[in-house]
C-alpha cells in the first residue's frame, strides 16, 4: 500500500489544470494551484469559478458544497508554495521544452520522495523524466476535457517507474471518482492512438470524396453508436491539436495511416480549426458555438425519380433477413421472404411473430399494428414468387459466389424495372451486379444487425447503378424510418471501413504488451464515450467475422496497417470466436 495523498499540487491553471484542481477539491483533497502570472491566475480563478456556478445551477453542487470545494484550493504565481507537496501534477502548454524547464525547476524545490505528474497527452514521459534527478519518480496522468465531466484517466509508466508510485497516484484518482487505466509510455498512449487512427481515416474518407461529411459523421452515430461523428469531432477538439496529436504518433509508429491527412494540414494552413475559430469541417454561428450553420440537406440524387414499390422480396432466413422483412412489413410494404423449404418459411414466421409480440409487450406496437404487420408478410420456397416484387433484397451468407449464383437465378425471375439489392457488407456490389442482365438496376443496401432496432442503412451504388434505383432505395430505407447514407462501392463502406482498422489496432496494442484487454476497453469507453470497447465489440461481431472484413480491407487497399494482426489470427485459428464460442478476447459463461 503507498501513501494517501492529501496534498496536490497543480503547475498551469488552463481549462485542464483548472479542472484537475476542482475534481481533486471535489474529492475532499487540498489543492495549490500556481500559474505563470497574475493574468494565468486571474483566468485560472475564473474557470474554477465559472465550472463550478455552473455544477450548482445544475444541482450537482450544493452552494455550500462549493464553496467548501472552493475553499480547499489556494492559488497562486509562487512556485515555492508546492515545496512540501507529496505530488505536483503539470498541466502546462504543449511545449516539451517549457514541461522540462518546469520539471528542472520542481527538481530543487521539492523533497527527493515527491511524485511529479505530467498531463502531456502526446509528449514522452521518459524524456521529461529525465530532465529530472528522479525520473523513477516522474508518471503522466492524462486527464480528459472537461476534467470534471469526463471519467478516465490514462496513467502512463515509463521503464523506470517505481510500482509504488503507480499504486499512489491510482489511489488519488479513484479517490477522485476516476477510471484509472494504466501503460506504457508510447505516443498518443491508449485512447489517442486509437483513436486518431480512426479520426484520420475519416478525414481520407472525405478527402477522397467517397461519402459526404455528414453522411460520414451519420454512419458512425447510428451504426456503432458512437456519441458524435468522427469530423464533428475533430472540430471539437481542434483541427491543430488533432494535427500535432497525429504528426507525434507518426513519428514514433511510421505507419502511414497515422500520417496527417493532407486535407487536415490544409485546414490548419488556413486557421480553420474546428469550433474555436467556427470554422472547420463545419461552419458554425461564432466561434466556440455548437451550432452549425451550414449542414446539408438528407442526401437525394438530382434530376432522378423514384420507382414505385409497393412489394418487396427478401430472400434468406438468417437473423438479418428476418430483421429486414419485419421491418419492412411494419412500414406498410407487402413482403414475401423466400426460404429454402417450408419449415424454414413458418421457422421466419415464427420468428417474426415473436418479435412483434414483445413490441406489443412493450407498448411500442398495438395490438392492430401487430396484426396488420403479419397480414403484409408472407413466405414461400419458391424463387418464382418473386416475380411481382418491386424490391427485392438479398440476405444470404456472405459469400461471393453463393450470392453472385443468387444474383443470376433472381435476374431470371424478377419483373422488368425491378430494384436488386444485397446486404453486403464488405464484398464488391459491383460483382453481384455483373452476375446478371440488368446492373444498372443493382446495388448496395447494407442493414445493420439487429434491424429493427439499428437506424442506418448504408446505400451502394456502383459505377453502373442509376440514379433512379439509388433514388428509389433511399425513399424506401427513409419509409422504414431508416438514416439511409450513401457511398461508393468500395470494401466496408463506411462503416466496416472506418471501425475494423480501429479494432486491429487494438489487437495490434494488446499484442505488444502495451496495455491489458480490460484497461484498452475501459479506455475507449470511459474516455470516448463508445458504447463498447474494442474487444468487447469484436468478441461480439465474431473474430472470425471482425478477420474476414480485415483481410477483405486489407485485399482492396494494400495498406501495411491494415494486414490483420498476428493475434486475431491466432485466435481463430484456435477457435476463439468470441460470444458465440464463450470465449475471444474475453472469456464468457455459456
Request: charged fraction near 25%; hydrophobic fraction near 45%.
Amino acid at each position: 500500500m503507498g501513501r494517501e495523498l492529501t496534498t496536490v499540487a497543480v503547475v498551469g491553471l488552463g481549462t485542464m489544470g483548472a479542472g484537475i484542481a476542482e475534481v481533486l477539491a471535489r474529492a475532499g483533497i487540498e489543492v495549490i494551484g500556481v500559474e505563470k502570472d497574475a493574468a494565468g491566475l486571474e483566468r485560472g480563478r475564473g474557470h474554477l469559478a465559472h465550472s463550478t456556478d455552473r455544477a450548482v445551477q445544475r444541482g450537482k453542487l450544493t452552494t455550500e458544497e462549493r464553496d467548501a470545494l472552493l475553499g480547499r484550493i489556494r492559488t497562486g504565481t509562487d512556485l515555492t508554495a508546492v515545496a512540501d507537496v507529496a505530488l505536483v501534477i503539470e498541466a502546462i502548454d504543449e511545449d516539451e521544452e517549457a514541461k522540462k524547464e518546469l520539471f528542472a525547476r520542481l527538481d530543487t524545490l521539492c523533497p527527493a520522495d515527491t511524485i511529479f505528474a505530467t498531463n502531456t497527452s502526446s509528449l514522452s514521459v521518459t524524456a521529461l523524466a529525465a530532465a529530472t534527478h528522479r525520473p523513477s519518480r516522474v508518471v503522466g496522468t492524462h486527464w480528459f476535457n472537461p476534467a470534471p465531466v469526463m471519467g478516465l484517466v490514462e496513467i502512463i509508466s515509463t521503464v523506470v517507474t517505481d510500482p509504488a508510485v503507480l499504486t499512489e497516484v491510482s489511489g488519488l484518482v479513484g479517490r477522485a471518482g476516476k477510471s484509472a487505466v494504466t501503460a506504457g509510455d508510447r505516443a498518443g498512449f491508449i485512447v489517442d492512438a486509437l483513436l486518431f487512427g480512426y479520426l484520420n481515416n475519416a478525414v481520407r474518407m472525405l478527402e477522397a470524396h467517397y461519402a459526404s461529411r455528414e453522411d460520414i459523421d451519420a454512419a458512425m452515430r447510428f451504426g456503432c453508436g458512437h456519441p458524435m461523428g468522427p469530423l464533428a469531432l475533430l472540430d471539437l477538439i481542434g483541427l491543430d491539436t488533432a494535427y500535432a496529436i497525429l504528426d507525434s504518433i507518426y513519428h514514433t509508429s511510421r505507419d502511414h495511416l497515422h500520417a496527417p491527412a493532407p486535407l487536415l494540414k490544409q485546414l490548419v494552413t488556413a486557421g480553420m480549426l474546428g469550433r474555436k475559430t467556427g470554422r472547420g469541417f463545419y461552419a458554425y454561428a461564432a466561434p466556440d458555438s455548437p451550432e452549425v450553420v451550414d449542414a446539408a440537406p438528407p442526401t437525394t440524387i438530382a434530376g432522378a425519380d423514384t420507382r414505385t414499390v409497393r412489394t418487396v422480396g427478401v430472400v434468406g432466413t438468417g437473423t438479418m433477413a428476418v430483421g429486414i422483412a419485419e421491418v419492412l412489413a411494419k412500414s406498410g410494404f407487402e413482403v414475401i421472404v423466400r426460404a429454402r423449404d417450408e419449415d424454414k418459411v413458418a421457422a421466419v414466421r415464427k420468428k417474426v411473430e415473436k418479435s412483434l409480440a414483445k413490441s406489443v409487450e412493450r407498448g411500442r406496437l398495438s395490438s392492430d399494428d401487430r396484426d396488420a404487420t403479419l397480414a403484409r408478410l408472407r413466405g414461400t420456397a419458391d424463387l418464382g414468387d418473386l416475380a411481382e416484387a418491386d424490391l427485392i433484397i438479398e440476405a444470404v451468407v456472405e459469400d461471393l459466389l453463393v450470392k453472385r449464383s443468387l444474383f443470376t437465378d433472381l435476374d431470371k425471375v424478377a419483373k422488368p424495372g425491378a430494384v436488386l439489392a444485397t446486404t453486403t457488407s464488405s464484398l464488391p456490389v459491383v460483382e453481384c451486379a455483373t452476375a446478371t442482365s440488368r446492373p444498372a438496376d443493382v446495388i448496395g443496401m447494407h442493414w445493420f444487425n439487429p434491424a429493427p432496432a439499428m437506424k442506418l442503412v448504408e446505400v451502394v451504388p456502383t459505377v453502373l447503378t442509376t440514379p433512379d434505383v439509388t433514388a428509389t432505395v433511399l425513399a424506401v430505407a427513409r419509409a422504414a424510418r431508416k438514416h439511409p447514407v450513401t457511398c461508393a462501392d468500395r470494401a466496408g463502406f463506411i462503416v466496416n471501413a472506418l471501425l475494423f482498422p480501429y479494432l486491429n489496432d487494438a489487437v495490434r496494442m494488446l499484442e505488444a504488451h502495451y496495455a491489458t484487454v480490460e484497461d484498452i476497453d475501459t479506455a475507449m469507453k470511459v474516455g470516448c464515450g463508445h458504447p463498447m470497447g474494442p474487444f468487447e465489440l469484436a468478441d461480439v461481431v465474431g473474430l472470425d467475422v471482425t478477420l474476414a472484413i480485415q483481410r477483405t480491407l486489407y485485399l482492396e487497399f494494400r495498406e501495411p496497417g491494415y494486414a490483420p494482426a498476428p493475434l486475431l489470427e491466432h485466435l481463430v485459428t484456435a477457435g476463439y470466436l468470441g460470444r458465440k464460442t464463450g470465449r475471444g478476447f474475453h472469456n464468457h459463461a455459456r
